[in-house]
């Protein structure tokens, strides 16, 4: 069972830049589609990004050019550097297995000041 572990995020201003992590436990971390996800206050979860064993990565159009998903399968580490914040990027992040996911973790908050 993987049980990923998110950390990185703060209150930043608009235009910052923050590096979220996310260690996942679980020898078959490194076979498994990985993704990162938010969820603003009041909203659905919403998948951001994701990244193929690969490297192959895609993303949802709002962050396209800002956000960069990346991975260390040695580590079974995921992360995402986000850069050009904005508001509406407010959200508690939290990375999973894509598509089918894993038990969520706490996720961690990342907050963007006007």
């Known amino acids: 069972q993987v049980q990923p572990v998110e950390s990185g995020g703060g209150l930043v201003q608009a235009g910052g830049s923050l590096r979220l992590s996310c260690a996942a436990s679980?020898?078959?971390?490194?076979?498994?589609?990985m993704g990162w996800y938010r969820q603003a206050p009041g909203k659905q979860r919403e998948l951001v990004t994701h990244i193929t064993p690969g490297g192959r990565t895609n993303y949802t159009d709002s962050v396209k050019g800002r956000f960069t998903i990346s991975r260390d399968n040695a580590r079974n580490t995921v992360y995402l550097q986000m850069n050009s914040l904005k508001p509406e990027d407010t959200a508690v992040y939290y990375c999973?297995?894509?598509?089918?996911?894993?038990?969520w973790g706490q996720g961690t908050q990342v907050t963007v000041s006007s």
């Open positions: 999973n297995a894509f598509p089918d996911v894993y038990s």
């Open positions: 679980g020898t078959i971390f490194s076979i498994r589609t």
